[in-house]
């Protein structure tokens, strides 16, 4: 009788898993329209380096490494599908660090479930291409994951490779924290489970981790200075708090960006998959480092809640769709032993569910970004000279800075509400007025702006561009005297 080589099985299921990772990936890469917030990264990246700093110290939230390997690519003149295509690998990279996580600390049938599962994670297939910092910092915790996984179960006689193995994990630490700031929730949460698990790697990794903080120090001021710019208070969302934690689940692992009913579906199902996700992982690997894959994202959100801060968009927590996938596994496993017959079925359902829905996110443009180059064929058509345009949020400025018959008009970008009395007046003057609406209820809950048109003007013509992800909507309006 042939001897079944496991490794051997595993290795090359992995391969596969790997493969179909970076096919979804790589396609939603190389035909999904850019996002606003990546053309922003784009724009930034592309300063002088001294400027470049000064304007994400001022006007973002984030650290900078990202922006400074912008700045490398740009220099060497990569086209703009190299950053994204850099993206879709280090999500597929993710995915196999990853299965390697469960490997150590659960089954390579744990291991290769958590890969599939992360492979077609909606959330992940659309946020891993996006010239962003989200997929880089994933890619780093993951790998601080996986860095103190091997130093934890190394044997006692291998002190030199753990010496290796901790700086290894000091400059991932360190690069995360350059890359998004809530990263240091997910250093924070090795570091307890080494405080409560393992004390005696304890003087190790405090070692490490004050080598990251002292080659961290120098970006220290600059989140000082940030810290009053970043989320929104609850007082901006009154009466919405609530409704936005309970879709949470949904929004940052199997229906991002999604509203409505399918939202709050997906939110439901999430809810019951990480209870039932958790208690599996709790039984099966308890004192692992695999429950502390979702202590990140329970850190941000206490977070938020001790600052009176909004900062449950489903972008800060994509990390936690990882944990979920490690759960899976465990879970997947722990039938399997049990012979829970009912679980083994409900949990394959979910998972060609999953690989359907992640499908779509990366192949249906429905489920894209918002259509900017339509936008821009669209007005290009039937554009006049004389002509005003107004861009609530600004966006063409950001989404279509090449496009010279948009911006060779007269225009105003309205970023904030008391931009929009001088946006009327602007359009007072002009016998035509174009309005591009990208989620308008941001900066204009009661349409203030169309309102005042509509009273001056006649609507001419009015062109949606829509998606399935409402935030993606944008309608072209024309207004004439």
């Known amino acids: 009788m042939a001897v079944i080589d496991e490794d051997r099985w595993y290795r090359r299921a992995l391969i596969g898993i790997a493969a179909v990772a970076f096919v979804l990936r790589a396609a939603d ?112 915790v993951l790998a601080q994951f996986l860095i103190l996984s091997w130093i934890l179960t190394s044997p006692e006689g291998q002190r030199p490779r753990r010496l290796w193995l901790w700086a290894a994990w000091a400059l991932a630490t360190v690069l995360a924290g350059y890359t998004l700031y809530l ?77 409505g009913f399918l939202a709050t579906a997906g939110a439901a199902v999430a809810w019951i998959w990480i209870a039932i996700g958790l208690c599996a992982v709790l039984v099966a690997a308890r004192k692992t480092l695999l429950p502390w894959l979702g202590a990140p994202a329970l850190i941000t959100f206490a977070y938020g809640l001790a600052t009176h801060k909004l900062i449950y968009l489903d972008r800060y927590y994509i990390f936690f769709a990882y944990a979920l996938a490690a759960w899976t596994g465990c879970l997947v496993t722990l039938a399997v032993a049990r012979r829970w017959q009912l679980a083994l079925a409900t949990t394959s359902v979910l998972i060609v569910g999953l690989l359907a829905l992640g499908t779509a996110y990366a192949l249906d443009p429905a489920f894209y970004t918002a259509d900017w180059p339509a936008v821009a064929a669209a007005l290009a058509r039937s554009e006049q000279p004389g002509d005003l345009v107004l861009a609530e949020q600004g966006m063409p400025y950001w989404t279509m800075p090449d496009d010279q018959n948009i911006l060779s008009h007269e225009h105003l970008f309205i970023f904030y509400p008391d931009q929009i009395p001088k946006a009327l007046r602007a359009a007072s003057r002009h016998k035509r007025v174009w309005v591009i609406a990208y989620e308008p209820r941001g900066i204009d809950p009661d349409l203030v702006l169309l309102s005042d048109l509509g009273r001056s003007f006649h609507l001419v013509s009015a062109q949606p561009f829509n998606r399935y992800l409402p935030a993606e909507d944008v309608v072209v309006l024309l207004f004439a005297r």
């Open 29 to 140: 890469a190389l035909r999904r329209p850019f996002h606003t917030d990546e053309r922003i990264s784009l724009q930034w990246g592309a300063l002088p380096v001294k400027e470049m700093l000064e304007v994400v110290r001022t006007l973002d939230v984030h650290p900078p490494l990202l922006f400074l390997a912008l700045h490398g690519l740009i220099l060497v003149h990569a086209p703009l599908w190299v950053p994204r295509l850099l993206a879709a690998i280090l999500g597929t990279v993710s995915v196999v660090m990853l299965s390697a996580i469960v490997r150590i600390w659960a089954d390579q049938r744990a291991a290769l479930v958590a890969g599939a599962c992360a492979t077609v994670m909606p959330v992940l297939v659309f946020y891993d291409t996006w010239v962003r910092m989200y997929v880089l910092s994933d890619a780093l």
């Open 183 to 259: 990263s240091w929730f997910a250093t924070l949460a090795q570091g307890l489970y080494v405080l409560c698990f393992r004390r005696d790697r304890l003087a190790g990794l405090a070692v490490a981790l004050g080598c990251s903080l002292l080659a961290w120090t120098p970006q220290m001021p600059a989140l000082l200075h940030q810290l009053g710019m970043g989320g929104q208070t609850f007082q901006s969302y009154r009466g919405h708090e609530l409704g936005g934690v309970l879709l949470l689940s949904g929004q940052a692992t199997i229906a991002p960006e999604l509203e």
